[in-house]
């Protein structure tokens, strides 16, 4: 990260907002995945002209949110129940609600005005976290009557090495958030953005895509 420069961020910046909005025909919000940026990164990212932020750790988010309170943070990593206290002062989004003591956690802290979204496992990959498809209505209605929101839906589809590979996992979350009235689709990384642009995700989550 010690080589990253603003005129470089803004650059990719740009390139990647093109490229969401062609596949897409419409505004896709780019969120800046910031695990690995340090000070100067961030700075850099900042400058460049990134608005959306997004962290995987709570104790970076912290660290990052007090440093850029100019950026809108977003959490998106897997999230402990114990720390959803902490987190929700900092963040616009939870994007990976995913277990019922989170939503536990949720009920007692957050406020009326608290969007989250609910992380499913599309794939149904063993070990690996998210709500399977069939108990998703279940999950939501264990979440309904709380004081805040399910705005929408994420996923990680299983690793790949072509994009394409992810296509039928964002549009079986597309469908999945259709039928249920959820307007929010949080899909796509650094290696198919484009791809869940097209399949209808509302934010991308690019992380080294903005760096290099």
């Given amino acids: 990260m010690e080589d990253v420069t603003a005129e470089r ?9 093109e490229e969401v909005a062609t596949a897409a025909g419409r505004d896709v919000r780019v969120l800046a995945a910031v695990k690995y940026a340090d000070a100067a990164g961030l700075d850099a990212l900042v400058a460049g002209g990134v608005t959306i932020a997004g962290e995987n750790r709570a104790q970076e988010l912290e660290l990052k949110a007090a440093a850029h309170p100019d950026l809108e943070w977003h959490f998106i990593g897997q999230l402990q129940s114990r720390k959803v206290k902490r987190v929700l002062p900092l963040v616009r989004w939870i994007h990976s609600v995913a277990s019922d003591s989170v939503l536990e956690q949720l009920g007692k802290h957050a406020s009326p005005d608290t969007e989250v979204l609910v992380e499913v496992n599309v794939a149904r990959e063993p070990g690996k976290s998210g709500v399977d498809p ?9 979440g309904a009557g709380g004081p805040f929101s399910v705005v929408g839906l994420m996923t990680m589809p299983p690793a790949a090495a072509d994009p394409q590979d992810s296509r039928r996992w964002f549009s079986a979350l597309r469908e999945l958030a259709a039928e249920r009235g959820l307007p929010e689709l949080s899909m796509g990384t650094t290696q198919d953005y484009v791809v869940a642009a097209q399949e209808g995700a509302t934010i991308v989550r690019v992380g080294s895509r903005l760096f290099r």
């Avoid at 961020?9 to 907002?17: D, F, I, S």
């Fill in 9 to 17: 961020v803004a650059r990719n910046l740009a390139e990647v907002r």
């Fill in 134 to 142: 069939a108990e998703l209505d279940a999950f939501l209605d264990r």
